[in-house]
């Protein structure tokens, strides 16, 4: 496509396209991370400003300090803990039980197997919100802890998620496979643990980390889990209520510092997996 | 045989947690919910809840429409005119409206044939929900299918760096949706401050900010920047894995016969691709249609999605009946979206 002696306009049109896709999407990220490196004066500067300057001399001047309270503040801290337990433990869990299942699914012969999978299809689309009154009422009356009834109830979407995806990958590993550990007088289970689980360890991972993303986004449970017992929140929930120290006053620059801080591992674990990520999600989707 | 029913009762004892732990945390609360929602029962409650049958269903959804009568002048015994617009006066719709045996309020008045009608809704904030997340929904999956098919056709031809180009991609996609929504408030402050603001001002378009959030005409279009924004790239993945799929030969001997782009993107790439659009189609619409955490990060309780109300109702009015009423409407609503895509592009088994 891109020629430019032969031709040059088409060249310059084409790339100019790519400029204009990679700013729209790469731009808020940007403005973010720029705002998140000012102070509150230098935050509302007007008109607003590319790059952090001093408000008098217009200098370049970068603001760390919104990175350092966050990390002083109790809660944001918290909140990277509490996240980091119920995504890991979410996704752990769905992938051990969604695997088990995952095997049966594509690789043995049983009645009521289409039923089953029908059933783990509409789960993935199931509108989790439908089930937040009933949830609750649950949540609540068990003596289970705020964070394990989190962990619990994320198992809602990780679980056909992880289940689907990983049926699909145990469809696609050829059958002869099998058909020769059974041959060598091993008993299915056998074949399961010892031949194709590590040959679908990629396909773990890849289908984990986008659980762990799902989780780690989750937030409707969480807040509405959270409400009572505000130690339990996890990083959306801090974020969507950041509270400055002074009353009544929307800390910006301290929000955008948190907002950078949680995207940044995600975005580094995402190009580094990015082209299983890929192949993932249309494992997930397009053979739906 | 033997080695059968080894397999069989092995699958069922591989299937047996995931079918627990999915009735542990779908099918038992999904049974309560829809049993709560035939309740007045309230989270917390002192007394028992009450069995009170759809009156839930009724409260949420009932609609009416009234005429409007003319206000006479007394005088003249004609129709009063309002002075200052010069437009003919009705009576106030809180007046015909009913209030007995329920009372309803104005969701918008309208005229027809030369009559003016009032609608009026029990709930007029979960009929403008449901309004809201049809409006966002619509658009948004719109806006996503159009400019992911753009961005993916764009990254699918050959040139350097198209790696780099794929990563950029998921960058939106990775960041969660909470902190893309405190992301973009940000960018739509309501002073200069706010990038776009200072955008509009900087090109001399605007005279005065404008306050994106709080303005009702912009507030939902608002949402839908941010959606679009955020899971237009997940779109064109989809859709780029959909045209890598499509074999070269064809386009080669298209353009054997004397097919021209335009002709060969419409009759073998479009064609091609319908399956891979029509699955990223279906998973957009059913997830925009649960849309929750922009409306109630950045509008709060100014302006509804279904989900939102939902969560209102159920945290600050602690109402469990209506917020399972709620619920169930949801689901009804998606399901039939579900259905309907399903017989519009029959989705192949």
């Known amino acids: ?288 | 045989m033997d080695l059968q029913k080894r397999e069989r009762r092995l699958a069922y004892k591989l299937m047996a947690p995931a079918m627990v732990v999915l009735l542990v945390v779908a099918l038992y609360p999904l049974g309560h919910v829809f049993y709560t929602s035939f309740t007045d029962r309230v989270f917390a409650g002192a007394r028992d809840a009450q069995f009170i049958g759809l009156e839930n269903y009724h409260r949420l959804l009932a609609v009416t429409v009234e005429e409007l009568p003319p206000v006479i002048d007394e005088e003249t015994g004609e129709q009063q005119i309002d002075e200052e617009t010069g437009k003919p006066v009705y009576e106030r719709p809180i007046r015909v409206l009913p209030r007995q045996p329920h009372a309803y309020r104005e969701l918008t008045t309208f005229s027809l044939f030369g009559s003016r009608y009032v609608l009026g809704a029990r709930t007029p904030n979960f009929i403008r929900a449901i309004g809201n997340t049809l409006y966002f929904t619509i658009v948004s999956v719109f806006l996503e299918t159009v400019l992911g098919l753009l961005i993916a056709l764009v990254v699918n031809s050959e040139f350097k760096g198209r790696g780099l180009m794929r990563a950029t991609m998921l960058v939106p996609w990775a960041v969660i949706t909470v902190v893309s929504a405190r992301m973009w408030e940000w960018m739509f402050a309501s002073s200069r401050a706010g990038f776009f603001n200072m955008l509009l001002d900087r090109f001399g378009l605007i005279d005065r900010s404008i306050p994106f959030l709080t303005l009702r005409s912009f507030q939902v279009p608002a949402m839908i920047a941010i959606d679009v924004w955020k899971t237009t790239p997940f779109m064109a993945l989809l859709i780029l894995a959909g045209l890598q799929m499509i074999p070269q030969e064809l386009y080669e001997a298209a353009r054997v016969d004397g097919a021209g782009k335009i002709r060969r993107f419409f009759t073998i790439t479009l064609p091609l691709l319908k399956p891979a659009i029509a699955v990223a189609l279906v998973f957009r619409t059913l997830d925009a249609l649960r849309v929750f955490d922009l409306f109630q990060v950045l509008l709060a309780r100014s302006r509804y999605s279904m989900a939102s109300f939902n969560y209102y109702e159920l945290v600050a009015n602690r109402n469990m009946g209506l917020s399972s009423a709620t619920g169930v409407i949801i689901f009804i609503i998606i399901f039939i979206f579900a259905i309907i895509y399903m017989q519009m592009l029959g989705v192949e088994e």
């Open chain 1, 1 to 288: 496509m891109v020629n430019f002696r032969e031709r040059p306009v088409k060249s310059i049109l084409f790339l100019l396209m790519l400029a204009v896709i990679i700013v729209y999407l790469l731009f808020p990220f940007y403005w973010a991370i720029n705002s998140s490196l000012k102070t509150e004066s230098q935050l509302f500067m007007t008109p607003a400003t590319m790059i952090p300057r001093d408000p008098v001399t217009l200098e370049f001047r970068p603001y760390w300090g919104n990175y350092i309270h966050i990390f002083q503040s109790g809660q944001f801290v918290r909140g990277l803990r509490n996240s980091v337990i119920v995504a890991t433990l979410a996704t752990l869990l769905a992938l051990s039980v969604g695997t088990f299942a995952a095997f049966a699914l594509g690789k043995l012969r049983f009645r009521g197997k289409t039923a089953s999978l029908y059933i783990i299809l509409a789960m993935t689309m199931f509108p989790q919100v439908t089930i937040l009154a009933g949830l609750y009422a649950i949540i609540t009356r068990l003596p289970l802890g705020t964070i394990p009834g989190m962990i619990f109830s994320y198992l809602i979407f990780t679980l056909p998620f992880t289940t689907w995806v990983m049926t699909s990958f145990f469809k696609d590993l050829p059958i002869e496979i099998m058909q020769s550990a059974q041959v060598d007088g091993a008993t299915p289970f056998q074949t399961f643990y010892k031949i194709l689980l590590p040959l679908t360890a990629p396909a773990l991972v890849t289908c984990g980390l986008l659980a762990f993303i799902q989780a780690w986004n989750e937030y409707i449970f969480a807040l509405t889990f959270t409400a009572i017992d505000p130690g339990a929140r996890t990083v959306p929930v801090a974020i969507a209520l950041f509270t400055g120290e002074a009353a009544m006053q929307e800390p910006m620059g301290e929000t955008l510092a948190a907002a950078v801080v949680v995207t940044v591992p995600v975005v580094v674990l995402v190009l580094i997996f990015q082209n299983r990520i890929v192949e993932g999600l249309t494992a997930g989707a397009v053979k739906g």
